[in-house]
């Protein structure tokens, strides 16, 4: 997970409430992803960004929101958090020219 | 059907065999192939990459890519303990940003 930072590591929040995750970069790579991962449903790509004010929507980006203001970091945000959003979330970086991803420790998120 | 089929698992083995695991896929333009190895409560992280068909080595892991049957494999040598973890395979076609995953295969590797 060397160069993909993100905090928090843990994160409990109340059904409604909002919060962003934050992932960091120091590989100096362009596109950057956030994913979540459930038992059963392996990673599930939310929003993907291909450099530094743009992003994609991914599988399932309903209920979440992205920022890319510069190259290195890429936020995911909560605006109502859900239960059906309790899960793992990880970012990752793709790095060129084979197109690997390597992926950051990843966000524990449990809403009630 | 999913578009990558892995088996979860668990798949217990004792210390020093060789582990085959495997995954099977539905789209014939899948051309790029990865494989990761996440401990518990950890991100992934890459093992293997692989483009197209063909064998990749790099010591004690070899990745395979068999395009006609649709099925990849990651074997390991000589397995250990600490090789135990969940693996997960992951794939895209060219002209994509998108990695499509399998949901895991936890291995158990048992001293």
């Known amino acids: 997970n060397a160069g993909v930072t993100q905090t928090p590591k843990f994160q409990v929040l109340k059904t409604g409430q909002s919060m962003t995750l934050q992932c960091a970069q120091d590989?100096?790579?362009?596109?950057m992803y956030w994913y979540r991962q459930d038992p059963g449903m392996g990673l599930r790509l939310i929003y993907y960004?291909?450099?530094?004010?743009?992003?994609d929507k991914g599988e399932v980006p309903n209920g979440y929101n992205v920022s890319r203001l510069n190259k290195r970091e890429f936020s995911l945000r909560l605006e109502s958090a859900a239960p059906s959003q309790t899960s793992v979330y990880f970012c990752?970086?793709?790095?060129?020219?084979?197109?690997?991803?390597?992926f950051g420790p990843g966000t524990r998120l449990t809403v009630l | 059907q999913k578009e990558v089929e892995q088996d979860p698992g668990p798949l217990s083995v004792p210390e020093g065999a060789i582990v085959s695991l495997n995954c099977t896929y539905s789209?014939?333009?899948?051309?790029?192939f990865m494989w990761y190895r996440q401990y518990s409560r950890k991100g992934p992280e890459l093992l293997m990459y692989?483009?197209?068909?063909g064998n990749k080595e790099d010591g004690r892991f070899t990745a395979q890519v068999d395009k006609s049957s649709k099925y990849i494999s990651l074997f390991i040598r000589d397995s250990q303990p600490s090789d135990s973890a969940t693996y997960l395979c992951?794939?895209?076609?060219?002209?994509?940003?998108?990695?499509?995953f399998g949901t895991g295969t936890r291995l158990k590797v048992l001293a």
């Open positions: 990752a970086v793709q790095a060129p020219p084979a197109n690997e991803q390597f």
């Open positions: 590989m100096n790579h362009n596109s």
């Open positions: 960004s291909a450099s530094e004010g743009t992003t």
């Open positions: 789209n014939s333009a899948f051309q790029y």
């Open positions: 692989t483009y197209s068909s």
């Open positions: 992951a794939m895209r076609t060219s002209g994509t940003y998108k990695y499509i």
